[in-house]
């Protein structure tokens, strides 16, 4: 294959859980733009609909397909469901997550289930019912969203630390089990990026000016930063990397 071609992403679907913005939005743009036919997913209708139209002024066209992906019931059915009127996924991205924040002796069981659900059970969930499609074919590139906390802990967030480290090596798992059939998965891992999610830290000048001391880059990330990152693990350059957990930190992993 030409190297011009390793990158394309033309005639291939790719399904984006928790899309509707943020990172997911970011990356559902960036694929688009490289080829690929972007199925749009999240929980609000309305939500999806508005990210919908941003896709559509930047130019890459999309479905929606608006699910719980924490409700395996409801992922089955809607996995099947776009294969049967869409046609195949070829490549997943599993970025929905969800954080919350608490000292550990204090952390609620409440908020422990969501973060579990949401970062860990769906990652299994959606991530098993588009493999069994592309089990058959023989083929597909799943990309799991990790984190720096899949390495790195920091006060108030143990659980999630948990959870993405859980998402780490169920990644490795996945590519253990069905790297034989054909498939690529891998894990994308974002250090500090300007999120939504992240606003309240952004806006905390003692918790930036930390960052850019901790960071060797000395500054936040910008989703559009981990494009690249998405589209290599996405296409045919990288087909024969598997299990892998692709850093996109600044170079927070890599120095003390």
Same mark, same amino acid.
């Given at each position: 294959?030409?190297?011009?071609?390793?990158?394309?992403?033309?005639?291939?679907?790719?399904?984006?859980?928790?899309?509707?913005?943020?990172?997911?939005?970011?990356?559902a743009?960036?694929?688009?733009?490289?080829?690929?036919?972007?199925?749009?997913?999240?929980?609000?209708?309305?939500?999806?609909?508005?990210?919908?139209?941003?896709?559509?002024?930047?130019?890459?066209?999309?479905?929606?397909?608006?699910?719980?992906?924490?409700?395996?019931?409801?992922?089955?059915?809607?996995?099947?469901?776009?294969?049967?009127?869409?046609?195949?996924?070829d490549?997943?991205?599993?970025?929905?997550?969800?954080?919350r924040?608490?000292?550990?002796?204090?952390? &609620?069981?409440?908020? *422990?289930?969501?973060?579990?659900?949401?970062?860990?059970? +769906? !990652? %299994?969930?959606?991530?098993? @019912?588009?493999?069994?499609h592309?089990?058959?074919?023989?083929?597909?590139?799943?990309?799991?969203?990790?984190?720096?906390?899949?390495?790195?802990?920091?006060?108030?967030?143990?659980?999630?630390?948990?959870?993405?480290?859980?998402?780490?090596?169920?990644?490795?798992?996945?590519?253990?089990?069905?790297?034989?059939?054909?498939?690529?998965?891998?894990?994308?891992?974002?250090?500090?990026?300007?999120?939504?999610?992240?606003?309240?830290?952004?806006?905390?000048a003692?918790?930036?000016?930390?960052?850019?001391?901790?960071? &060797?880059?000395?500054? *936040?990330?910008?989703?559009?930063?981990?494009?690249?990152? +998405? !589209? %290599?693990?996405?296409?045919? @350059?990288?087909?024969?990397?598997?299990?892998?957990?692709?850093?996109?930190d600044?170079?927070?992993?890599?120095?003390?």
């Amino acid at each position: 294959m030409p190297p011009k071609d390793l990158f394309s992403l033309h005639g291939r679907r790719a399904l984006i859980t928790g899309s509707s913005r943020g990172i997911g939005l970011a990356l559902a743009k960036g694929l688009g733009e490289y080829g690929a036919e972007i199925v749009l997913n999240g929980r609000n209708p309305d939500a999806l609909e508005q990210a919908q139209s941003l896709l559509q002024d930047a130019g890459v066209e999309s479905s929606l397909s608006a699910f719980d992906a924490t409700d395996q019931a409801a992922v089955i059915s809607a996995v099947d469901t776009i294969e049967q009127t869409h046609g195949p996924i070829d490549i997943l991205i599993n970025n929905a997550g969800i954080q919350r924040r608490a000292p550990l002796e204090d952390f &609620p069981r409440d908020d *422990w289930d969501a973060l579990m659900a949401t970062n860990l059970n +769906a !990652v %299994f969930f959606v991530g098993q @019912a588009v493999a069994r499609h592309m089990i058959g074919r023989r083929k597909g590139k799943i990309v799991n969203i990790c984190s720096v906390q899949s390495e790195l802990a920091r006060p108030g967030i143990a659980p999630y630390t948990a959870a993405k480290g859980a998402v780490k090596n169920l990644t490795k798992g996945m590519a253990t089990d069905w790297a034989k059939h054909g498939l690529q998965i891998n894990g994308l891992a974002p250090g500090y990026f300007e999120t939504e999610m992240n606003a309240a830290l952004v806006n905390d000048a003692a918790f930036t000016e930390w960052l850019c001391k901790r960071t &060797p880059a000395a500054r *936040w990330g910008k989703v559009e930063e981990l494009i690249g990152a +998405a !589209v %290599f693990l996405s296409s045919d @350059a990288s087909s024969f990397v598997n299990g892998h957990i692709l850093m996109v930190d600044g170079g927070v992993t890599a120095s003390l």
